[in-house]
């Protein structure tokens, strides 16, 4: 096969799987994970209107309301998307995270078809783009599948320059996974792999410490982020939760709790990679025929979702895994073809794997394409407060004030949420204290004007407790109809009344 052709296959293959992640970019993005799309977002139009790279702003407050979790580079990307294709942010986000996902199908092919060959690289770049957990945030409005780009990519890059020695293979590949590195500090595992490619090259695989130094350089612009976000955070409310929030989550202590299997279960073993795909992967490994570097990719992203095992109930943290599930799956279908007791049967059997996986993998992400119920009003309230008075703040959860363009408060459900997006704001309440009412009131004092909430239309009017408290101390109810409540509220309210 000519080099011209089997590009051409790979970006067949690419774009087969990845028109599907275009055809609604001008979903609300209230899909999968909303509390990480919609802060990004917001970050991202803040950007776009001058907040600057140094200082990324988020619309909820107490404010100055810094997002320091990463540097915003995954934002800038997307605001320079969204100048070029004249695109709202939401839509460039989609796009940004759809050529993301091309980038890493392009690496995956291209580290895989230099240690088996091209149809091994093809049929991994396939298996990876068709993954449910790839075909979800690779049109998500975040930074993980740029990330995994970058790092997937960086890798091929070091991978071309350990064969041939050109030294702009090895710029090139510094520079993707250091910007994979920062944009995601959570990635710093795919050094174990990049390790192994250096390994093969005879400058640096003679000494352990220039590669450890070759290694470590890469996360110097992550660690010079963070130095700078320090100082900052403790200015910030929303960072300092964030802070806090992390230093609980990290370690291995989530693994005693059973609410974590259920997780992982769910995930890891169904919704992430499919059944098939995991049991490909156990296949392959048991066959002992996977590359090195895939099994230190594998062992890696799972000694990082040990890490993080407080996390796992986000789906997408189990992305880090998808390009080694895909390659050792391709590893596995490989196998049937080449055993030669099953005879004419065994393409059949591989091409039948395929595409059944494929299929599962469309299956299982179909609900990406669906924006769900409880959210389907959601354009009428984001019309509804980008009509009201511009000199207030609302109340609202975080997708109906960025949709409607409006800064504001968090509105949280929960108790231990609500306490903890009341402690931002300097309140310290217990678990009796913290209720919709009592927030609203506080709220209120701090300058929300508007309150603005949406459910499931099918449930008929919003009967919560946030909902009925703010019936209560209202001003003008602007829309009160199923599934949608806007509400201006009193002008002068105290604690009390």
């Not at 407060?385 to 949280?412: Q, S």
Request: proline share 5%; net charge positive; glycine share 10%.
């Amino acid at each position: 096969m000519s080099i011209d052709r089997s590009h051409a296959m790979l970006f067949l293959i690419a774009g087969a799987a990845l028109m599907p992640s275009l055809l609604t970019l001008g979903q609300p993005i209230v899909e999968n994970y909303v509390g990480r799309q919609v802060p990004t977002a917001m970050v991202a139009r803040n950007l776009d209107r001058g907040s600057g790279f140094l200082r990324p702003e988020l619309d909820t407050g107490p404010f100055p309301s810094l997002f320091l979790v990463e540097p915003p580079i995954y934002a800038t990307a997307v605001v320079g998307v969204s100048r070029i294709t004249r695109l709202e942010i939401r839509e460039a986000g989609r796009l940004t995270s759809t050529i993301a996902a091309g980038l890493a199908a392009i690496g995956l092919c291209g580290l895989v078809s230099r240690r088996r060959d091209l149809g091994a690289g093809l049929l991994a770049s396939a298996l990876f783009l068709w993954l449910p957990i790839s075909l979800r945030y690779g049109r998500a409005v975040q930074p993980d599948m740029l990330a995994l780009g970058l790092a997937t990519l960086g890798l091929d890059a070091w991978d071309r320059w350990a064969r041939n020695g050109r030294a702009r293979w090895a710029a090139i590949g510094w520079s993707l996974v250091t910007l994979a590195l920062a944009t995601r500090v959570l990635w710093a595992f795919v050094l174990i792999p990049l390790g192994m490619v250096l390994e093969s090259r005879s400058s640096l695989g003679r000494s352990p410490w220039r590669r450890m130094v070759v290694l470590v350089s890469h996360l110097g612009l992550a660690a010079a982020w963070y130095a700078y976000a320090a100082p900052l955070a403790a200015g910030s409310a929303a960072a300092l939760a964030t802070a806090r929030e992390w230093s609980t989550a990290v370690g291995p202590a989530a693994l005693l709790d059973f609410e974590t299997w259920r997780w992982i279960g769910r995930f890891g073993l169904i919704r992430a990679f499919t059944p098939l795909g995991v049991w490909l992967t156990l296949m392959a490994i048991g066959w002992r025929s996977v590359d090195r570097v895939w099994l230190g990719w594998l062992a890696g992203a799972l000694a990082t979702l040990v890490l993080v095992s407080g996390k796992l109930h986000h789906e997408y943290y189990w992305l880090l895994a998808a390009p080694a599930v895909a390659e050792v799956g391709a590893a596995a279908i490989l196998r049937y073809l080449d055993a030669a007791r099953w005879e004419r049967r065994v393409p059949m059997v591989a091409t039948g794997l395929t595409l059944c996986q494929i299929g599962l993998g469309v299956g299982l992400a179909w609900s990406t394409w669906e924006t769900p119920e409880e959210w389907s009003t959601l354009p009428l309230a984001a019309d509804a407060i980008a009509g009201l008075p511009a000199d207030g703040l609302t109340i609202a959860r975080e997708a109906v004030l960025y949709h409607g363009d409006r800064r504001g408060m968090r509105l949280e459900q929960e108790p231990a949420a609500l306490r903890r997006a009341l402690a931002e704001w300097g309140l310290k309440v217990d678990e009796r204290d913290a209720t919709p009412e009592k927030a609203l009131n506080w709220y209120h004092q701090h300058g929300a004007r508007a309150f603005a909430e949406v459910g499931d239309p099918a449930v008929g009017p919003l009967h919560t407790e946030w909902a009925d408290a703010a019936r209560r101390q209202a001003r003008r109810i602007v829309r009160d109809e199923a599934g949608l409540l806007v509400i201006e509220l009193v002008e002068v309210l105290r604690d009390g009344d």
